[in-house]
């Protein structure tokens, strides 16, 4: 990556707090993954978390450094391998705040397979999907998500392919919390990985995150957010339905949230309710 007065500039805009480490990230200037980053140092301040309590996980792309970046525990994992590993940390460590980070492609492509999964088992933790509609890490491959014809070095003629709506499969799925956020606006988004974090179960925060170096959106989507206003009910699955459906504006905040038990939850109630079988007994009952 380039060394400018321009790009270190971008690099200050992650100001130093108890939560980041010395890790210096070499995203390109005007990457959206800075605005996210300062938005998830600003929801551990908004919590008051403390650092041995946090554990970030990330899979592979430009967003994988996002674990580096902060003094907590971190696992930089296998790509679209996220879920599966946080799973696991929210059985074995269910006090811990479990914070997962992944792109469209990481997500929804390699690792898409795992996301109603986690959606039914509820795991008590936020992921954090950075939908920049691109491969930014592999030079621009046309991701999940990217618009039906963008011309990437890859496809000259155009993306053949219909993208996925990332807001409304999360909805299909079962998601027990939903929003929408832009790092345009990292006050706002730090809010809600905030309340994603605080969530009882799985919370699907789904970023429109501009890569300026393959997919620059930062002009196209800066006039058309738009912040939920508080009459909005975000138990009305009807309404969230209405409000991730094709809308001239794209409105940004909490669009689902639901009450449900968490896998921990139901794990230890059943643990509970059902005697422990000893191995002999074990071992009869396959005879
Ligand atoms: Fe960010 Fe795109 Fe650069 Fe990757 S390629 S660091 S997503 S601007
Ligand atoms: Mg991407």
Redesign the pocket.
Known sequence: ?KSSGRLRSWRRLAAVSEYRSDYTS????????YGVLKSIDMAFHELGLRNENIVVISGI???GRFPHNFKAYGFHTLHGRVLPIAQGISLAKPELSIVGIA?DGDAFAIGGGHVPHAARRNPDMAFIV?D?G?Y??T??QPSPTTPLGYRTKVTPEGSHEDPIDISQLALAYGVSFLARGFPGKPNHLAHLIAQGITHRGFALIHVL???????DTWKELAPKVTEIGPEYDPTDQEAAWKLVKGQEKIPIGIIYKQARSTLVERVKASTAASRRMELRELVESFR
Request: proline share 11%; aromatic share 8%; glycine share 22%.
């Open positions: 990556m070499s995203w390109c200037p005007g990457c959206g993954d792309g430009c967003n792109g950075l920049n691109i930014g890490q030079k621009g995150n501009p890569c300026p170096t393959f997919h």
